[in-house]
């Protein structure tokens, strides 16, 4: 009974996946959680209040309007009192109006008048979740401390393909889990992380660069620091927010990486370097903007520093995880690099397999480590590929100490 003594808002939204959000309500007081239910007006045009209330067995909390004022009060109370506000499905609108202020019912009100974590898992059609209004809104409501899980991609009621399926009940009950019961496995550690792609400016209007989002970097700083890690991101520039209670150092270009770096190495005991560092600049970028010709045009790159390689040899008693992005031949490639470059870790993907790699999501990596172990993680969320790389380095730590 894992969540035995919680106490859990759950706030339902008018998607078609309301239905799921029975199953969840199942699960949640399966695992000991009192849970109290608000249906919004349109959730209830899917599902009624009274299989939420039989199965919660707690009155379910409907319209603000029909309250009385000592009902309302005691309904704001209420989550007040909660350990979580957990809105599944949430939908656009209701997204929408938590990242506006709007406050025209029960749930918006008690978003507004609750001081406690929220957790959302939004459900809705792709191309509504890709557009820039929700994505902005997801951000702002991220930048608050709001968490979000999901959505996941597949099939949508629309007969689409994409993201925008609610998330599998088992990733919700993790999140959740997440929240109410921290694991702090990386409490004193001190984890670096390198995250996005670098720009090696040609001149000032251009640059050159690669297809890195970050979006696995940023999970794994936020993966460590939810651990309980001290996390410092060095990131490139990405289109991500900072995550929640990390450093976070902004850089443009590979040397101006390998200085930040080098200047948090000595603090760090675990080094992720999820970030695609560009192999090469020019070797005289232009002070003035390169006006076009009917020439051609040749520009001349040099290497840039290899940055893993160069802490490879003075890692000490450090974690050092390397990442590689290849389009074949993936062990032999990894298998390579980990040597090369004096690593414990190396976290390989293919980038041309469905779903996994740059822009995505979702990932699927294989994990080898410096004794030969391989371990494959299916495609899955990256934020549940981080918890994984980490829950890896956690083991070759363990290994570590006990072989002094
Ligand atoms: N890396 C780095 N500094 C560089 C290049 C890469 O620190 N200048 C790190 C990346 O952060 C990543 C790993 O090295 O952890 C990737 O290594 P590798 O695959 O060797 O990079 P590529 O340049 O893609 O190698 P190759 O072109 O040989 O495939």
């Known amino acids: 009974m894992r969540l035995q003594g919680k106490e859990i808002v759950l706030g339902v939204t008018g998607s078609i996946a309301a239905y799921k959000a029975v199953e969840l309500l199942r699960e949640l007081v399966k695992a000991g959680a009192s849970v109290k239910v608000v249906l919004t007006q349109s959730a209830q045009r899917f599902v009624t209040p009274l299989t939420f209330a039989t199965l919660s067995r707690q009155e379910v909390m409907t319209d603000l309007f029909t309250l009385d004022y000592d009902a309302k009060i005691r309904h704001i109370a209420a989550t007040e009192g909660a350990d979580l506000l957990l809105v599944a499905p949430a939908t656009a609108n209701t997204i929408g109006k938590f990242a506006r202020g709007l406050a025209d019912d029960l749930l918006t009100n008690l978003f507004l008048a609750s001081t406690r974590p929220v957790l959302l898992a939004p459900a809705m059609d792709a191309d509504m979740f890709r557009h820039p209004a929700v994505q902005e809104n997801l951000e702002r409501l991220r930048s608050w401390g709001v968490r979000v899980v999901g959505p996941a991609e597949g099939e949508l009621a629309s007969g689409m393909w994409g993201p925008g399926r609610l998330a599998e009940i088992s990733e919700i009950l993790r999140a959740v889990t997440e929240i109410l019961q921290p694991v702090h496995d990386l409490a004193g550690e001190v984890v670096l992380v390198t995250a996005g792609p670098t720009h090696e400016p040609i001149d000032p209007v251009r640059y050159l660069t690669n297809r890195s989002s970050g979006k696995m970097g940023y999970a794994l700083a936020q993966e460590a620091a939810d651990r309980g ?176």
């Open 229 to 404: 890690a001290h996390t410092i991101l060095v990131s490139g520039p990405t289109a991500l927010a900072a995550p929640r209670g990390i450093e976070v150092i902004q850089v443009q270009t590979a040397l101006q990486m390998r200085a930040a770096i080098l200047d948090h190495l000595p603090k760090a005991t675990i080094v992720l370097k999820a970030a695609a560092v560009s192999d090469y600049r020019l070797s005289k970028p232009s002070k003035s903007k390169l006006k076009k010709s009917d020439e051609s045009h040749f520009l001349e790159l040099v290497p840039n520093p290899d940055i893993l390689r160069e802490i490879g040899p003075q890692k000490g008693a450090r974690i050092v995880v390397g990442f590689a992005a290849e389009t074949g031949d993936l062990v032999r490639h990894a298998e390579r690099k980990l040597k090369e470059k004096n690593l414990d870790l190396i976290v390989a993907n293919d980038v041309t397999w469905e779903g996994a790699g740059f822009s995505h999501d979702t990932n699927h990596v294989i994990m080898i480590d410096l004794y030969g172990e391989i371990e494959e993680v299916p495609l899955s969320p990256k934020r549940h590929v981080a918890r994984r790389i980490l829950d890896r380095v956690v083991r070759l730590q363990k290994k570590r100490e006990s072989r002094g």
